[in-house]
């Protein structure tokens, strides 16, 4: 069974910094990117940030400059480094995977159960 699993999440003052971990376990026989996206109260769930197998990454453009995304390739693992957080960076955020199980031909998205960030003071 494919499971992604997040880390790292917690209250943070603003200004402050968090790093957020995600791994994927199970079958997997590729995956081809992974991203974190985040959703406020209230509000449609975001990408924050995406990068490919071959490096290339996506920001979204509130978080361009603080936040960092990188992958751990042997360990199937995603990282989120948040730096500089304000208050408008509370949310709930869920790792994603576009993945191919072992046990398919195709690939598809898998998604974290969600860890929580709250920035305040």
């Known amino acids: 069974q494919v499971q992604l699993v997040e880390s790292g999440g917690g209250l943070v003052q603003p200004g402050g910094s968090l790093r957020l971990s995600c791994a994927a376990s199970g079958s997997i026989f590729r995956i081809n990117a992974m991203g974190w996206y985040r959703q406020a109260p209230g509000k449609q769930r975001e990408l924050v940030a995406a990068i490919t197998s071959g490096g290339s990454t996506n920001y979204a453009d509130s978080v361009k400059d603080r936040f960092t995304i990188s992958r751990d390739y042997a360990k199937n693992t995603v990282y989120l480094q948040m730096n500089s957080l304000k208050p408008e960076d509370t949310a709930v955020y869920y790792c994603?995977?576009?993945?191919?199980?072992?046990?398919?031909?195709?690939?598809?998205?898998?998604w974290g159960q969600g860890t929580q960030v709250t920035v305040s003071s």
């Open positions: 994603n995977a576009d993945l191919r199980p072992d046990w398919v031909t195709r690939s598809r998205d898998y």
